[in-house]
């Protein structure tokens, strides 16, 4: 998880700081101290975190602030500012053209994810803005280049435009065209990458731009590498201009120096970042959101975003409604289940919550092996059984048992377990109800013992 050391450190110095009430001009130079190695640590390029620091203290140890009713939470907002304007200051949008096809040139050396990156942004923009995408396989070099973008582009039903081992510059202009002619609106161009950057590297990259004139050039680094990547930013915008830059790998680096970095050595923003392997683990860079991730303040703009697009509106509703009265079946559990798991892990997700310490989550942590016994178990019933339970007998229980290769004993505890959260929820509803137009009882009314009741996964 990114930046959790950094957290965890920076944290502790405002744990400090608070712990103080009113605060001198050393108290705050001793937590800038301790700041500032967390960021050394966490592999932030020297002289961004020797000029964040120093930003910092400047206005930190003003008077106005030292004399305040709360210096230390002053501080802390300050150095919330500061982050996000290292980070960029706002969330930079892909430029779209005035008159389609917009065309995206993805450039990157091998290793950095570029050709999944390319399938992945094109997913993220056909399903936010309804964009119709094309990728078009420019990387006639390395071995199965083609292959693997027709791999991710059919599992994303997106159209993967190829013309074998030709000229790029030639596949790039005949890509294009073809996009022209067959309505879509956004063309990816996954261009060729080396384990190194070369001349004859930047060469190609040179022709193709100057043959197709994208709309933007965006540079696919590896979180990963630290301040390589930040070195490879350089040397791409040097040489080509690049627009934005794709960090991939941000879930795999505990540190996230590369992402603190970027911004104030190349001046170009991050535009996305690559949260995991999955093709739907993509998402828009926002500054404030990340620096208050960094800052242990969470994210719920992110996690409300995650769950308005991992879940059908409609269907939710259906479900609550289902819920209120008692009558949520099987089925309706196993699709939420599954929509639950596409939003991805439950550490990431409480990760995003206010006040809740990514590290100590290691208790919250959903059992997947446990989820997929739920899954197999549910999916080895008959409709009619999901719908009512109340019909399984033992021997329904022996069937289903054969059929998802787990015990008798496995299926009694998952329909235990519904049954218990069936009946809980039967309660709360009654309580809500029963708060209406009613004379409100003191205390809070017991749940039978529910509070301990756990889920089915």
Do not use: W
């Amino acid at each position: 998880m990114a930046f959790e050391g950094l957290t965890e450190k920076i944290s502790s110095a405002f744990k400090g700081l608070r712990s103080k009430g009113r605060l001198t001009e050393a108290d705050v130079k001793d937590a800038m101290r301790e700041i500032r190695m967390a960021l050394l640590e966490a592999d932030v390029n020297f002289k961004v975190a020797k000029d964040f620091i120093k930003a910092v203290t400047e206005k930190a140890t003003d008077a106005e602030i030292l004399d305040s009713l709360s210096p230390a939470q002053q501080v802390i907002k300050i150095v919330n500012e500061e982050l996000i304007a290292l980070l960029g200051g706002q969330t930079t949008r892909l430029t779209i053209a005035p008159n389609p096809p917009t065309i995206v040139m993805m450039v990157g050396l091998q290793g950095a994810g570029k050709t999944t990156n390319c399938a992945k942004l094109a997913g993220l923009l056909r399903k936010q803005q309804q964009r119709r995408p094309l990728l078009v396989a420019c990387d006639v070099y390395r071995p199965a280049a083609i292959d693997q973008l027709k791999v991710v582009g059919r599992q994303l039903d997106i159209t993967v435009f190829d013309e074998g081992q030709g000229d790029p510059v030639e596949i790039a202009k005949h890509g294009i065209d073809h996009a022209k002619r067959n309505g879509y609106d956004l063309v990816f161009l996954d261009t060729a990458g080396r384990l190194h950057i070369d001349e004859k590297l930047m060469d190609e990259l040179k022709n193709i731009k100057a043959a197709v004139t994208p709309t933007e050039i965006i540079l696919v680094v590896d979180a990963m590498t630290g301040q390589d990547a930040v070195t490879v930013s350089q040397t791409f915008d040097q040489a080509l201009g690049i627009n934005g830059v794709l960090m991939s790998k941000m879930d795999g680096d505990a540190r996230g120096g590369a992402a603190l970095s970027v911004k104030a050595v190349t001046g170009k923003p991050i535009k996305f970042i690559g949260t995991g392997e999955k093709l739907g683990d993509i998402e828009p860079f926002h500054p404030d959101r990340m620096a208050s991730r960094i800052l242990g303040m969470g994210d719920v703009l992110t996690l409300i975003e995650k769950a308005q697009q991992t879940f059908d509106q409609k269907q939710a509703a259906e479900t609550a409604k289902k819920m209120a009265s008692g009558k949520l079946t099987l089925t309706d559990f196993l699709g939420q289940l599954q929509q639950m798991k596409s939003m991805g892990s439950m550490e990431e997700m409480l990760g995003m919550l206010p006040g809740v310490d990514a590290k100590a989550l290691a208790g919250a942590k959903i059992d997947e092996k446990q989820m997929a016994h739920t899954e197999a178990i549910i999916q080895s019933m008959t409709p009619k059984e999901r719908d009512n339970p109340s019909i399984i007998n033992f021997s329904r229980k022996k069937r289903i048992a054969a059929g998802c290769g787990l015990s008798v004993e496995a299926v009694n505890k998952l329909l235990k377990q519904f049954e218990a959260m069936q009946k809980m929820t039967r309660q709360l509803t009654s309580m809500a109800r029963g708060g209406k137009g009613k004379k409100k009882r003191r205390g809070f009314p017991s749940l039978g013992g529910l509070g301990n009741m756990k889920l089915p996964f």
